[in-house]
């Protein structure tokens, strides 16, 4: 593979999306934010989508190198105030990020909740159900509320790569050019069509090889925009299950 991978899912809608995914994955109060520790875990996730070979919008290095300064600004001591200006305070450099945090947390929760509203009225028949149209294929269904975000899977990820990693100085390899994301694809939707209860995500990883784990990581993905599965975590912190969509619904 000599392009990246780009992705465009729902659920991976931008920086502020992975900052407020760590601050509730790791339980962080959003008024008093850890730059060091949250500053870390994006660093994590920015590292792992390079593995992955994904196609890391700019946006993403930019909040990086922000919080990279902020961090370098609160290790600095605290600067020595005239006595003619002690009674103001030095302006907290996390305080911008906070704001941004707060505001995009509340248009996250809108969002939601109007999405939980239109799942409902798509429940709700009052007349037979029409034929779908014939022309490019079926329509598109509302995600389940279960539905793992991006995020989710990049996390899941990073374990198996560090497992790889752990496991490379036993010399197994395996050349890009034998592995085939088309091929990938379909090994996926057989095992999946067999476990009909679902398949636990880290199954679909037979070989614990980094280039075996991208390209069937980006099969997972082609197969998920073309809504063939879906991926959902019963429970916080479960581990991910993979479905074939309609046995889902």
């Keep these: 593979m000599t392009d990246r991978y ?32 949250i500053t870390e875990q994006y660093m994590t996730y920015i590292h792992t989508m390079q593995e992955l070979e994904l196609n890391i919008a700019s946006e ?38 906070m704001q941004r945090l707060i505001e995009y947390k509340k248009f996250k ?14 429940r709700v028949y009052t007349r037979p159900k029409a034929e779908p149209p014939e022309e490019n294929g079926s329509a598109i269904e509302p995600l389940d509320p279960d539905e793992v975000s991006m995020l989710d899977m990049i996390d899941a990820v990073n374990r198996l790569l560090k497992q790889a990693k752990s496991r490379s100085s036993q010399g197994t390899k395996i050349k890009r050019d034998e592995i085939s994301i ?17 398949t636990p995500f880290n199954d679909l990883f037979k070989e614990k090889t980094k280039p075996h784990i991208v390209v069937t990581f980006i099969a997972v993905l082609e ?27």
């Excluded at 105030?81 to 103001?88: A, G, K, L, V, Y």
């Design 109 to 122: 929760s809108a969002a939601e909740s109007l999405k939980q509203k239109e799942v409902k009225v798509n």
């Design 60 to 97: 993403y290095l930019v909040m990086a190198a922000s919080l990279l300064a902020m961090k370098s600004q609160m290790l600095l001591p605290a600067q020595q105030i005239d006595d003619d200006f002690s009674d103001e305070e030095e302006e907290d450099p996390r305080e911008e990020l």
């Design 223 to 249: 197969l998920m925009k073309n809504k063939n599965i879906t991926c959902v975590q019963p429970n916080h912190f479960d581990e991910l299950v993979v479905y074939k969509m309609e046995e889902q619904a």
């Design 6 to 37: 780009h992705v465009k899912l729902d659920g991976f809608e931008g920086p502020l999306d992975l900052l407020l995914h760590l601050v509730n994955r790791y339980e962080i109060d959003i008024y008093d934010i850890p730059v060091s520790t």
């Design 182 to 198: 088309q091929m990938r694809m379909g090994e996926i939707l057989d095992k999946i069509n067999v476990d009909r209860k679902g």
